[in-house]
Every structure is written in structure tokens, then in C-alpha cells.
């Protein structure tokens, strides 16, 4: 059997459940983020987004920080879930500080941006007031496209990255789902072309043969040759940074999801087929699977949330009936967990933030073991997943 050698950890997944139901686990969660959520819109200026704490206190950032969408787009979830018309009002006031970032493609970054805050809105109101902001962000990000290499550069050259010509992070799959549903609303097939090439040249590259991932591809602009593979972020250049095996997993879910494509359904397997054998027994990843100091070394909050909301979303998609169970299984394991005292905040704490113990970036000394916009977004997601309301 494909899968057999995970078989042992499915058992201690569901050894591990604990009594709340998930309706009381996600009541509970989402009522805690009503509260901290609208506490948390009092300490932002005009123009300024959430993006972590420092001792406790808030530390905001500018709409053009790659993080900006989250927040808004957790305040859409918070309404899906509640129905609360006051926090209807703050997401949407708080995705129109992003317009201007809608208009310009800075960095790949614009479908984080735009497809969390404009992207949910649209979703999850069906308003056409939020529809042309996603068009726009998708043909801004177009620009980003090299057929040379059959994928958008994520960060632009500087001479602060000397080493670098046409950088391509794993962090890019993410960004793909804002040109699918660009396409879907605007009908230009290039925009879904565009992804799926992406994906494609990703699929290619990026992985290694036990299907965990390098965070950056490097490219030749003129070429498409691959000039360095390397993991930025993470541990070592051939250690699997946890974050980055969790935006693949997701990735690849959501373009089989959105392109029907066999190869992106068989790539997401695989990695899912390659990521929990190696999870803690809650669930919850050391922020590098290969950082030699584990146990002793920090969890990644994010990574996990991540993960589940990409776990259970396949757990559906699947065909594998065995894979299919146990990546909704651990889904559901590391949920309780991120739902547990351990790392979900008590209301009034945390910077109004939801979880603890998240890892922006280890080896750059920044957001250690702290809260992230982002890992709040994906818990809110992934719990609305568990509950069929996405």
C-alpha cells in the first residue's frame, strides 16, 4: 500500500483526540477572535495593518508588507462564521487600505495581498464592488512572468541579494490562486495559463526526490537555466524549512482544486505522503523538520495552520481513500492542538493576536517564537474548512 508506512502514525493521531467536538472547538476559537480581532482594529492607525508583537505589544506594519492582506481577510473569515455586522464593517475598511497594493505587483507577494482581503470579500459577499481589484492584482502580477523560465520572480534583484538573478520562492505557489480567480472572473485564459505553467516549472524544480522542497530556485533570465537552489529561511540549503513544505502542500492542493489537473492532486499527495511521518506527535512542525536541535528547538504555529487547511482540503480531493483519512486525521490532531492553551492566546493577550509560537524568519533573528498575522488567518481558515462553511 502506497501509504503503509504512515499507517502507525494515523494511530497515534487518533489515539491523541480529546473530547471537545469540533462545532465547540471552532464556537470556542471563533467567538475568542471576535473579541481579540475587534480589540485589535483600536490600535491601528489609517494606514497601518497587524503583523506581530514585541513584549506583548503590538507591532503594526504598512499596507505594502507582504503580510497585509491576513488581517482583513481573518476579519471576512470572523463574518463568515458570526455573521457580525460590526465585524463586516472592519474588513471591509481594512481592505480598502490595500487598493493601491492591488494596482502594483511590488513583488510576487500582490496575491497574498489581494486575494486574502479583495479575494475573500468577493467570495464571501458576492459583491462586484470587490471583483476588479482582484482582476487588476492578477494582471499586475502577470508582469512578473518570464516565459524563459515558466515562472513569476518573487523577489526583485538588488544589491542587497548580489547573488540572485531571477529568484523563485516556494512561498510563489500561494500566489497563483489570485490568477485563477482572476481567470474565472474575467475569463483571460493566460492568466490561468500563467499558473499553471508556474506550478509546472515548480513542480520541476523545487522538489527533491522525497518530495520536500528547496525554498529558493534561482534562474537565468535569459535562459530558464536554474543557477542555485538554496533554503533561505531554513536550516541548512538541504534541510526542509517547515513553513516552505507547508506553502507546497497547499499550493499544489489548491491548483488541482482550481485547474482540475491530475499532476498537481499526485504532487500534493506526495508531499502530504512525505510530511506527516515526520510531524511531532501533536502535530505542530519544528520550524525546520532538520533543525538537529528537535525536540529542543521551536515549533512553527503558522506552519501548522497551514498545513491543516491544506490537509483537510485534500482530504476531500483525494482519491486515495487511506491518504484521504489520515490527512484529515492529522488535520484534525493538529487543530486541537493549535486550539489548545499551548498556543492559542487568552483574550486581552498576545497583541490580540489568536496563536503563539510562531517562526517568521530563524536564521535572520526576525519573529521568533512569536505571533504572525498569517498563522491566525490560516487556523481561522482551516477551522472553517473543518466545519463545511469553505
Keep these: 500500500m502506497r501509504f503503509r508506512c504512515i499507517t502507525f502514525i494515523a494511530a497515534l493521531i487518533l489515539a491523541a483526540s480529546c473530547g471537545e467536538s469540533d462545532e465547540s472547538m471552532c464556537t470556542r476559537v471563533f467567538n475568542l477572535a471576535l473579541t481579540q480581532y475587534k480589540a485589535m482594529d483600536t490600535l491601528l492607525g489609517e494606514s497601518e495593518l497587524p503583523r506581530t508583537t514585541e513584549n506583548d505589544s503590538l507591532i503594526t506594519s ?51 495581498v489581494t486575494n486574502c482581503s479583495y479575494g475573500n470579500a468577493w467570495r464571501i459577499t458576492g459583491d462586484t464592488c470587490w471583483r476588479k481589484p482582484v482582476i487588476d492584482a492578477a494582471r ?38 489570485l490568477l485563477m480567480e482572476a481567470h474565472k472572473l474575467c475569463g483571460t485564459d493566460s492568466l490561468r495559463e500563467i499558473a499553471i505553467t508556474h506550478a509546472r516549472t515548480t513542480a520541476k524544480n523545487h522538489f527533491r526526490p522525497d518530495f520536500t522542497c528547496w525554498h529558493v ?90 498545513m491543516a487547511s491544506a490537509l483537510l482540503e485534500l482530504s476531500r480531493l483525494s482519491t486515495d481513500t487511506v491518504l484521504a483519512d489520515l490527512c484529515q486525521k492529522t488535520a484534525r490532531r493538529q487543530l486541537k492542538t493549535l486550539c489548545s492553551a499551548d498556543y492559542l492566546a487568552p483574550e486581552g493577550s498576545n497583541g490580540h ?34 466545519s463545511g462553511k469553505l
Design 217 to 306: 530556485v534561482d534562474y537565468d533570465p535569459d535562459n530558464g537555466s536554474v543557477r542555485m537552489k538554496c533554503t533561505h529561511q531554513g536550516y541548512s540549503d538541504d534541510s526542509a524549512w517547515a513553513r516552505g513544505q507547508s506553502w507546497g502542500l497547499y499550493g499544489y492542493t489548491m491548483m488541482y482544486r482550481e485547474s482540475g489537473e491530475p499532476e498537481f492532486l499526485k504532487q500534493a499527495e506526495s508531499i502530504a505522503g512525505a510530511l506527516i511521518p515526520r510531524l511531532p506527535e501533536d502535530g505542530i512542525p519544528y520550524w525546520d523538520y532538520d533543525d538537529p536541535a528537535a525536540p529542543s528547538t521551536y515549533r512553527d504555529a503558522s506552519a501548522g495552520a497551514i
Design 62 to 112: 504598512k499596507p505594502s508588507w507582504w503580510c497585509a492582506g491576513f488581517y482583513p481577510g481573518s476579519l471576512w473569515y470572523i463574518y463568515l462564521q458570526t455573521g457580525d455586522t460590526e465585524v463586516k464593517a472592519l474588513a471591509e475598511k481594512n481592505t480598502h487600505k490595500l487598493y493601491q497594493e492591488t494596482q502594483k505587483a511590488r513583488s510576487h507577494d500582490i496575491g497574498f
Design 353 to 386: 493576536f489568536l496563536l503563539r509560537h510562531s517562526v517568521g524568519n530563524m536564521p535572520g533573528g526576525s519573529e521568533v517564537d512569536v505571533p504572525l498575522t498569517y498563522a491566525d488567518y490560516y487556523l481561522l481558515e482551516a477551522l472553517l474548512r473543518l
Design 140 to 177: 499586475a502580477l502577470c508582469s512578473r512572468f518570464n516565459p524563459a523560465v515558466g515562472a513569476t520572480m518573487s523577489w526583485n534583484t538588488s544589491p542587497k541579494r548580489p547573488q540572485w538573478k531571477y529568484p523563485v520562492i516556494i512561498d510563489n505557489m500561494m500566489n497563483l490562486e
